[in-house]
């Protein structure tokens, strides 16, 4: 069966530092990547996505970049936190557009 | 634009009671639609969703849902709610639009008391 991990669960960082969070997912491949910031009490917000190893879509300009060095490897960084990128980090994958997505558990991602 | 409603922010319903969540979305063409569930702290687990065919949709943890396309509308509902179900509900619509886009809405948050 599929699984997809996150890590770390949670991270308490400075602003200015540099992220990274990892997702990894197992049992499938060539997946669909997803990376989506769910801010206190909005919806989830797309970020990225990727269809393949190299290949980034960004929905929203930010600070924030991803990559995808590995088939199920989906990494989302940042040089310099702000404060505004405080929030509950996901990432989904699926098989096909449109299909279902499945999620993984989340970081939540405090900034101070 | 391509959009999701979910008027309700929070819900309040007594153990034993109906439920109903409410979902409208905005869509140039037949939307695939999803419903998702959050508990506290956690990632979202698919409660059902709706591509095509029978506009009644039976999901997980006893729920259903209706596509209503005259309105617009996607509602979950559940006969009879458990303390277990207190969570955060999202409604979510595919887009087809060249993108591998969800749309989802802002989310209702269920309270169930005792």
């Known amino acids: 069966s599929q699984t997809i991990h996150q890590w770390p669960a949670t991270l308490v960082q400075p602003v200015g530092s540099p992220l990274s969070l990892e997702c990894t997912v197992e049992?499938?491949?060539?997946?669909?990547l997803y990376w989506y910031r769910q801010a206190a009490g909005r919806g989830l917000q797309l970020l990225f996505y990727?269809?393949?190893?190299?290949?980034i879509s960004s929905e929203v300009p930010q600070n924030l970049s991803a990559s995808r060095p590995q088939d199920r490897q989906f990494i989302l960084s940042s040089k310099k936190l702000l404060l505004s990128d405080s929030g509950f980090y996901l990432c989904?994958?699926?098989?096909?557009?449109?299909?279902?997505?499945?999620f993984g558990p989340g970081t939540r991602l405090t900034v101070l | 634009a391509q959009s999701v409603t979910q008027p309700d922010i929070h819900i309040t319903v007594s153990e034993g009671a109906s439920l109903e969540l409410r979902c409208n979305y905005s869509?140039?063409?037949?939307?695939?639609l999803f419903w998702y569930v959050q508990s506290p702290g956690q990632g979202l687990q698919l409660l059902l969703k709706?591509?095509?065919?029978?506009?009644l949709v039976q999901g997980i943890k006893g729920f259903e849902a209706e596509f209503k396309r005259s309105q617009s509308s996607f509602n979950l509902r559940k006969p009879s709610v458990h303390w277990s179900d207190a969570a955060e509900y999202f409604c979510?619509?595919?887009?087809?639009?060249?993108?591998?886009?969800?749309?989802f809405g802002t989310g209702t948050r269920l309270k169930v008391l005792a």
């Open positions: 709706y591509f095509s065919g029978d506009t």
């Open positions: 989904a994958w699926n098989l096909a557009v449109l299909d279902t997505q499945y």
């Open positions: 049992g499938t491949s060539n997946p669909n």
């Open positions: 869509y140039g063409a037949t939307p695939y």
């Open positions: 990727s269809v393949g190893i190299g290949q």
């Open positions: 979510a619509v595919g887009s087809t639009s060249g993108t591998y886009k969800y749309i």
